[in-house]
């Protein structure tokens, strides 16, 4: 197992050279010259990037250790496809990455589930059983895997909780109503109600409202998609929909209305006027989240999002003033008002940045450049990303070599999924 990670390394290595080579020996003080001297002589395209964002981040995989390497593998989940061959290498190896990087491969489709339940469904690595309860997707694995959904570690019960909501069992019923009440993790209480949502029925609908009385908002929001599941939509998941987003509050009734709009054409015309009703006169959150739904391309929709992009809350109107920026008729003046929140100072200012960076807004890359040098390590990793997605890819590059791993992993990702 060892030597198939070193063999993988090998093979990269000998295939690069310079700052790939650096960043797959982790010599961070020789990438970062490595990086200034390709960037300097013009070298740092998107192509050269990726590669060498290729190889931090599969350094980082193989050299992870501990609770924070295997964290740093699950933060890669997003840009796995790139990166199986060395998430299959590492996986051979019995730590917790190595569990990790099976259940990335799990989560990434590219892994058979055979004998891995047997193997490790008595594990004492809370890591490893959860690879079982993962893989516990047949039916004699059945039996188990609902007492996975009450075991200590909650990752256990998140991996478990995936398995029945891919594979399916109405025996599971009982176990996932629990689950949806009681789970202290929120992440394992919102698996647990979508499990419902999959097993569908009338059963599954009345237990999901049986659930709705007592649950929190993030619950609800839960519900909310285990109603929009095609084996609960026309079980009564249409009609609960329906309600929520007429008669409820707050921003579940606004997504509410957004889960109408995805799953059901026929409701196009009442969610639509749902949201704007909530663009024109809801609170904050719920302006935001309407904005983030609603479709341009409908009556009504620009009218009530010119009148938002001039709302007291600045964070509506930046909101407001992004999504205007996908018209073309709105575009040059919806940017040029961003930019003016981007340079006031205001608590919008960086939201206002960000939005012109997905707008493709050049303008704003020297202020991201400023920030890769920032002391905050969240505010470099959102100058990289910014970076990115406006192709400014020498000097999103400088954070692959980046003092913290949890950047040079963001980075990377970034990089890789941009491809």
Known sequence: ???????????????????????????????????AEEKRRGELDQQRVTEIAH??????????????????IHSMRACAEPLLRELDARADRPDEGGAEATLTLFASGRLRHVGLFDRYH?????????????????????????????????RVRRAALEAANATPSALDFDALLEAGRVDPDPMARSLAVRGLGALGGERATRGLADLWDRADEDVRLAILGAYAAKATFVSGGREALLHAAETGKGVVAVAAAGELLRVDASSRGAAVTLLVRALREGSSDEQRLAILL??????????????????????????????????????TLALAKLRQIGKAGSNASDEANHALARAGDASVAPKFRTDLASKNDLRREAAG???????????????????????????????????
């Open 385 to 419: 990303r910014a970076l990115v997605t406006l192709g400014d890819w020498p000097n999103a590059a400088t954070l692959l070599g980046d003092g913290s791993a949890e950047v040079r992993v963001a980075t990377a990702c970034t990089i890789l999924t941009k491809n």
């Open 294 to 331: 609603v479709p341009l391309a409908q009556a009504g929709v620009v009218e009530a999002l010119k009148k938002a992009s001039d709302s007291a809350d600045p964070g509506v109107r930046v909101a407001a003033l992004e999504k205007l920026s996908g018209l073309a008729p709105e575009r």
């Open 55 to 72: 190889a931090v981040a599969a350094r980082e995989i193989y050299s992870g250790t501990g609770v924070a390497g295997a964290r740093r």
């Open 122 to 154: 008595d594990a004492d690595s809370g890591a490893w059983r959860a690879v079982a309860a993962r893989a516990a997707i047949e039916a004699e694995a059945f039996t188990l895997r609902r007492k996975f959904f009450a075991d200590p570690d909650e």
């Open 1 to 35: 197992m060892r030597k198939a990670v070193i063999l993988s390394l090998f093979a990269v290595a000998c295939a690069t050279t310079g700052a790939v080579e650096s960043a797959l020996h982790g010599d961070l003080t020789t990438l970062r010259k490595g990086l």
